[in-house]
C-alpha cells in the first residue's frame, strides 16, 4: 500500500489506518462523529496527498481541456477554479475533478486517487489524437505533491497567520481570506511556496493546500498548532465520507463510474454543452434533451434504523412494491442523527418527498426522497 | 489500555459474559467497542429467542460498519437491554454494566468452561 508524505503524522496522532484506493489512510482519530461534528461547528484538518495532481500547460492547454473536460474552461480566469468532470465517448464519467487556471497557459488538475492511472492514460491518449499535441505538456505531479484540507466555519479565524503576506501567484490577494469560494493563489511558505484554494468537500467553508511532498509536514504542522485554540482537530476518511454524503457531493466509485453520466448523477450543470465539441458531448446533449433513464436522489429514513449502506436495495412501496434501486452511499448522518444516503432510481420515483424503502438485512425500513443537500447549515 | 474486569467470562469474537446462578448476560467487551468506534445502532435479540452458541445473536452498527455480535453460549433469552437500542452510545461509554445486550437462561452451562478468562482474553487482545 502506497502512503502519503504525512504517514507517520497520522501514526503519532494515533489514527486509525485503513485501506483506501491503494493508500494507507486514517479512517479516523478519535472518533468519526467527533471529528465530523468539529468540522461543522469549528475547524478539521484533513491529508488529502492521495489525491493526484496533473499539470497542463501550453498554448494548446485550454483548447486541449475544453475537449477532453465537461466544463468551459474558458470561462476561467487566472487564479479560478471550477468542478468539472471527464467522459468517455458514452458520456460515461472517467473522473470527477477540480481545474485550477494557475497561470495564463498553466492548469492544475486534482483527481481522484484511485482514478490517477485511468485519467493520466486516458489523458495521455486524448493528447496523442489533440491536432496541436505539440503546444501541450502534461505532467502527472501526483507523486511530487501533498495536500491537505482545512475545514470549517473557524478556519478563517487562523489561516491568514499561517501563510502571511499577499499571493505571489493566481490571484492577487493581500490575505489568504481574501479568497473568494474557487479562488486559488500561491504564498510563499518555508522557502518554497503553496497553493491555497478556496474550496473543499465537507459543505463548509475552507481552504485546500497543495504543496510540494517534502513541505506538507510543515504545512500540516503549521495549520494543526495554529488551529488548536480555534477548536481544530485531525480528521479522518471517515468523516470526509460522512460531510460529503450529507451535502450530497458524489465520490467515484459510488456515485460516478464509467457507466453512469453527469445529467444521471444530477451534475449536469457543470456540462457546458453550449461550449462547442467535447468528448461525450452528443450522449450528454441526448440525454439532457429527453431525460435521463435513471436519476441520483437523495434520501432520509424516515425513523430510527440501522444506517444505509451501499448497494442496499432501494423498493418502492405500496401495493406491486418492486426493487427500484441501489444504495450508491449511506450513513448514519452525524449532524442529523438518521440515517442519510443518495441511490439511483427512475426518474418517476425521484421527486422531493417520495416514499422509499430501503432493504437494510432483508428488511424493509421506510424512507424520504429527500431534497439536495441533506444537511444544510442552520442560519 | 483496554478495561478486561476478572470476574467475567469472554468470547475470542470479543463478547463476555456474566453468570449468576443459570442466567448468564452478555455484552461486548471494552476492547469490542473501542474497535467498533462510535456505536450508532444496536439489535438486540427477542426475549424468548432460542440460540445456540455461535449463532448471530444481535447486530451492532458504527458510522462506517455493521458487525455482526455472536452468542458465547446456549439457551433462552430472557431479557434484552432496550436501553442501548434507544441509545447505542451506552456500549461504548459502559460496556461492561449499563450496555450489556440480553440475559439468557443457559441451556449448557458446561459452555463457560470453553470460554476464556480474562487474562487470557487479556493475552489475545495484545494486552498483557
Known sequence: MKHTPLYAVHQKLGGKLIEFGGWEMPV?????????????????LFDISHMGEALVSGAGAEAFLNQTLTNDVRKLAVGQGQYTLMCNERGGVIDDLYVYRLAAQEYLLIINASRIEADVAWLEKQLAAFPRHTEVRLQNASDALGAVAVQGPRVVEFIDGCFPG???????????TDLKKNQVASFGFAGDRVWVSRTGYTGEDGFEVVAP?????????????????HGLKPAGLGAR??????????????????????????????????????????????????????????????????????????????????????????????????GVGMG???????RTGTPIEIEIRGKRAPAVVAPKPIYRKPD | MANVPTDLKYAKSHEWVRVAGDVATVGITDHAQHELTDLVFVEVPEVGRTIKAGDVCAVVESVKTASDIYSPVSGVVTAANTLVVADPALVNSDPYTAGWFYKIKLSNPAELNALLSAEQYKAQIGGA
Open chain 1, 213 to 229: 511532498g517534502q513541505i506538507i509536514e510543515t504545512v500540516w504542522n503549521q495549520l494543526f498548532s495554529a488551529g488548536q485554540t
Open chain 1, 28 to 44: 479516523q482519530y478519535t472518533s468519526i462523529t467527533d471529528e465530523h461534528l468539529a468540522v461543522r461547528k469549528a475547524a478539521g
Open chain 1, 241 to 338: 465520507d460522512t460531510l460529503r454524503t450529507e451535502v450530497c457531493y458524489p465520490l467515484y466509485g459510488h456515485e460516478l463510474d464509467e457507466d453512469t453520466t453527469p445529467i444521471e448523477a444530477g451534475v449536469g450543470f457543470f456540462v457546458a454543452l453550449d461550449k462547442g465539441e467535447f468528448i461525450g458531448r452528443s450522449v450528454l446533449a441526448e440525454q439532457k434533451a429527453k431525460g435521463p433513464s435513471k436519476k441520483l436522489v437523495a434520501f432520509k429514513m424516515t425513523d430510527r434504523s440501522a444506517p444505509p449502506r451501499p448497494h442496499y436495495p432501494i423498493w418502492s412501496t405500496g401495493p406491486g412494491a418492486a426493487k427500484i434501486g441501489e444504495v450508491a452511499s449511506g450513513t448514519q448522518s452525524p449532524s442529523l442523527g438518521i
Open chain 1, 166 to 176: 499577499s499571493s505571489n501567484g493566481g490571484t492577487s490577494v493581500a490575505r489568504v
Open chain 1, 344 to 350: 439511483y432510481v427512475p426518474p418517476r420515483f425521484a
